[in-house]
């Protein structure tokens, strides 16, 4: 079982609407869960981050955790082309390590 | 001013030769990252470094060689190139007593071994 596991995509989505991102994860003692985005050619940049159980909002990003279904999750309200990217879940097992899943490579559609 | 910085942006060589990149991040951070990302784009860790100290070494080929001469610097030598090194290496740092303890990345440096 890979321990950060995402949908690898591509996933598709019109201009406006609700890009859902999913992740989940092995390690029942992981600490805190990141959302990067990675444009082509580029490196990855932090959305968000969060470590407790629950939704977090920030602008148009909300990311969700349940910590019970090791599951974290990344939704983007009113989605724009300049949304895709491949975005990439991260998860701090312990002290200093942070893995990542595969990534979902997301195009938003004018 | 660049937070964290990597020489060089590109390399490309042939088998057999050996290659070094260099990293330094001007943030502070007590904590150095070396990730591969290969070209369906997974990260995967290979190094890290606290203070100077060697914390994290994955299952990377002894011809994979960190050092870190200082806890702003960490550099990455590779020994006897093969063509499955191709990849873009990314380096990074964090403060690990951060509440996020976030990874801040360089802007990679892509190896191509022909």
């Known amino acids: 079982q890979k321990e950060v596991e995402q949908n690898s995509g591509p996933l598709s989505v019109p201009e406006g609407a609700i890009a859902s991102l999913n992740c989940t994860y092995s390690?029942?003692?992981?600490?805190?869960f990141f959302w990067y985005r990675q444009y082509s050619g580029k490196s990855p940049e932090l959305i968000m981050f969060?470590?407790?159980?629950g939704d977090k909002e920030d602008g148009r990003f909300t990311a969700q955790l349940n910590k019970a279904s090791q599951y974290v999750s990344l939704l983007i309200r009113d989605s724009q082309p300049s949304d895709s990217a491949t975005y990439l879940c991260?998860?701090?097992?312990?002290?200093?390590?942070?893995?990542f899943g595969e990534g979902t490579q997301l195009t938003v559609n004018p | 001013d660049t937070a964290v910085s990597q020489t060089p942006k590109y390399l490309v060589t042939q088998m057999g030769n050996d290659k070094s990149i260099k990293c330094e991040q001007n943030?502070?951070?007590?904590?150095m990252y070396w990730y591969k990302q290969d070209s369906k784009k997974f990260l995967k860790i290979m190094f890290s470094?606290?203070?100077?100290?060697?914390?994290i070494n994955e299952t990377v080929p002894n011809r994979f060689s960190p050092k870190s001469p200082d806890k702003a610097h960490l550099n990455l030598h590779i020994n006897s190139l093969e063509l499955g090194d191709s990849a873009v290496y990314f380096c990074?740092?964090?403060?690990?007593?951060?509440?996020?303890?976030?990874?801040?990345f360089g802007e990679g440096s892509r190896l191509t071994v022909l």
């Open positions: 991260a998860v701090r097992t312990s002290g200093s390590r942070l893995t």
């Open positions: 470094y606290n203070n100077k100290e060697l914390i």
């Open positions: 969060i470590y407790s159980n």
């Open positions: 390690d029942r003692g992981s600490q805190s």
């Open positions: 990074a740092s964090s403060r690990v007593s951060a509440v996020s303890g976030e990874l801040f």
């Open positions: 943030l502070g951070h007590d904590t």
